[in-house]
Structures are given as C-alpha cells and as structure tokens.
C-alpha cells in the first residue's frame, strides 16, 4: 500500500498525518509506503513547522527527518491513495488526477465513521492548541484508514 498525504504547504497536517501513519504502520509491521506533499511549492525543501513537530513529539512521533515538497501528476502513478486534509486539497487534487485517477483521492476525515467534521483545519495561524486539536483529528483519520485498507473486509 502507498499512501500520500496532501495539505497546502507540507510543514503542519500532511507530514503529522506522514509521520503519524509511520509510526502506527510500523507498530503494525506493515510494509506500506507514506510520503506527504503541498499543493504548493512554497516550502519545498523545509522542515516541518516547529509547533507541529513539538506537538507530535509530546505523543511520540518523529517529524524531523520530513521534508516538504509540492505534489505532482507522477504521484498518482506512485500511490495508491491521495489523501486531502480538506476540501481545497481535495479539489486540488482531483483537478490535477489524470485520467480515471481521482477515484483513489479522499479527505482523511472520509476514513473516520461519522467524523465531527470532514476538514482537519490548518493550525498554522492559529494557537498551539490548534495542533493538539489537529493530532487528535489526524490520529484518528489515520486509525481509520489503516483499519481499513489493512482489513478490507472488516
């Protein structure tokens, strides 16, 4: 299984979504591939926002060896799955799918049964709290997903 997760810039949701599933796919012993990307450039090469790293690691997960990079049409040949952390990614995404491709784009809220809501919202602007907030959502969206796609059938 290959998985992407998008958001806007790739320094706050996608890579705590990156980080959080490679930490839950190793505790599992899967052997899935995760990456994350933006749907922009504009920090390509940096490493993940500190406040979202220091937030994941109060929980455990690694987001030091990340870095960002923009999504690109060779990722739907890549992944298996694309997903958006909300609406605008999602668009983004389906916009940008050759072909058929769009099928395997979703939001990681689309993963959770009956979710509060279906956006993680971006903390970037906002408080700290916002990325506790933020993890919890991302947390479970991943739960769900892997649940999923490991035990298609269950």
Do not use: K
Not at 48 to 67: C, F, I, Q, V, W
């Amino acid at each position: 299984m290959r998985i992407l997760f998008v958001c806007t810039g790739n320094i706050c949701r996608s890579p705590t979504a990156d980080g959080v599933a490679r930490a839950r796919i190793a505790a599992l012993g899967l052997d899935w591939v995760i990456d994350s990307a933006g749907t922009g450039d504009w920090h390509a090469g940096e490493s993940p926002d500190e406040r979202a790293t220091e937030t994941a690691a109060r929980r455990g997960y690694d987001l030091s060896p990340l870095r960002a990079r923009a999504v690109d049409r060779a990722d739907f040949d890549r992944f298996d799955h694309l997903i958006a952390m909300d609406a605008s990614h999602e668009r983004f995404l389906r916009r940008l799918a050759p072909g058929r491709s769009g099928g395997r784009v979703s939001r990681l809220m689309d993963w959770v049964d009956a979710p509060a809501e279906r956006d993680v919202p971006d903390p970037y602007y906002g408080h700290d709290d916002g990325f506790e907030r933020v993890l919890d959502q991302i947390e479970a969206g991943v739960d769900g997903l892997i649940a999923r796609l490991a035990h298609p059938s269950g």
